[in-house]
Structure formats: C-alpha cells, structure tokens
Antibody, heavy 126, light 107 residues
Framework: QVRLQESSPGLVKPSQTLSLTCTVS??????????WSWIRQHPGKGLEWIGS???????YYNSSLKSRVTISGDTSKNQFSLRLSSVTAADTAVYYC??????????????????WGQGTLVTVSS | EIVLTQSPATLSLSPGERATLSCRAS??????LAWYQQKPGQAPRLLIY???KRATGVPARFSGSGSGTDFTLTISSLEPEDYAVYYC?????????FGPGTKVDIK
C-alpha cells in the first residue's frame, strides 16, 4: 500500500517561500508511469492541481501558479518537494501530495490521483 | 479552459435512499472523468475513474456512468459512512481540473 506524508511548516509569512516535502512509503517514486503531484484546497473550497514531477525530473505545472512554483524530487530519500514563492494570504490552504498514474499528451500531464497524503494546512500570515 | 459543473450543490437524503450526482463538462471528455469522496478533515479518495471503473476497494453500491459532457455518480443505497462531499475531476484536457463538489448530507 502506497502511503504519502506531507511535512508541516504550518505558518509562513507573506512574501516568503512556502516549502513542503512529501515522503513516500510502500512504493518508489522511481517507478515508471507515475507522476508525483501537489494539490491544494482553500478553506471550504474546491481542489486545485498545482503541479507534478516524474522521476526523470520532468515537471508539469498549472499555468496559474507556474511563475512561483518549483517541484523537485529526491529519489535517494523517496521524497518530492514543493516550493511556492512570494506567498500571500490567498495561498492559505490545505496542501496535499498525491500519486498520479497519468500520461503525457502533447507535453502536458493528463491524470487522475489515486493515492493521497493526509494533507497539511499552511497559513500565510504575518 | 474547460469548466466542470456539479449538481445539485447539496443533496439531502436518508440512509438507504439512492443518490444521483451529476457532473457536466463544457467540452467533451470522452470517458476521462473521475469521482472522489471527501470526508471532513480527510483527503479525497478516488472512487471511480474513466467514468465507470471502480477504484480498488470501492463498494459496489458506487457506480459511475456517462460520456462526452454528462456524467453521473450513483450511490445505490446510502450508508452512514457515505455522507461526504463528492468531486468530479477531468483528465481529458489540460490542466487536470476538479468540479466544485456536491455535498451529500443526512435528511
């Protein structure tokens, strides 16, 4: 059974960089065919895909956040990470990491999300 | 960009009743649609993918149907643990996108 667990930075100040790490157990992020993803949910709202990474290092980002997002992977630790720069109160959300058994179509990731971490609330406030 | 609309926003039903949830897309998705269940304080759980395929471990009372722009999630007989918010999600077009959700609560 694949399990994902987000780190929990909790509080981030406005204009700073939000950093989260997802640790994967029960499976390897080096497994082909999977894309390791970040999704967020604003309080009381719906779900927004942030971006994904393949173990090859290829990354795919939502254009709405692309200028501020970096996703990286560490296969030796079986972890992948999210960095979101220049945060504002609008970035306050629960952040989930998830596995995406997707495919690349014309250079873009198309996928569902079959395993999720429990989520971590990140609050942006001074 | 594609738009997903879910209806109704809230569905109030008693245990044992049948629940029918709708997801409509602004463009054809073929059958590239999934359904997720989310309970308070928990992550979403994948229930249905490719419109009608049940994910591993999902009870048979959950079924999905539809193609193109109109999709339905049916819960044949509501159990107490089924009261939750249900989201549809499309993978037919970039970016992966979730609908706004339908809350199923106890009548």
């Amino acid at each position: 059974q694949v399990r994902l667990q987000e780190s929990s930075p909790g509080l981030v100040k406005p204009s700073q960089t939000l950093s989260l790490t997802c640790t994967v157990s029960g499976g390897s992020i080096s497994s082909g065919g999977y894309y390791w993803s970040w999704i967020r949910q604003h309080p009381g709202k719906g779900l927004e895909w942030i971006g994904s990474i393949h173990y090859s290092g290829n990354t795919y980002y939502n254009s709405s956040l692309k200028s501020r997002v970096t996703i990286s992977g560490d296969t030796s630790k079986n972890q992948f990470s999210l960095r979101l720069s220049s945060v504002t109160a609008a970035d306050t959300a629960v952040y989930y990491c998830a596995r995406a058994p997707g495919e690349i179509w014309f250079g873009q990731l198309l996928s569902y999300f079959d395993y999720w971490g429990q989520g971590t609330l990140v609050t942006v406030s001074s | 960009e594609i738009v997903l609309t879910q209806s109704p926003a809230t569905l109030s039903l008693s245990p044992g009743e049948r629940a029918t949830l709708s997801c409509r897309a602004s463009q054809s998705l073929s059958t590239y649609l999934a359904w997720y269940q989310q309970k308070p304080g928990q992550a979403p759980r994948l229930l249905i993918y490719d419109a009608s395929k049940r994910a591993t471990g999902v009870p048979a009372r959950f079924s999905g149907s539809g193609s193109g722009t109109d999709f339905t999630l049916t819960i044949s007989s509501l159990e107490p643990e089924d009261y939750a918010v249900y989201y549809c999600q499309q993978r037919g077009h970039w970016p992966p996108l979730f609908g706004p959700g339908t809350k199923v609560d106890i009548k």
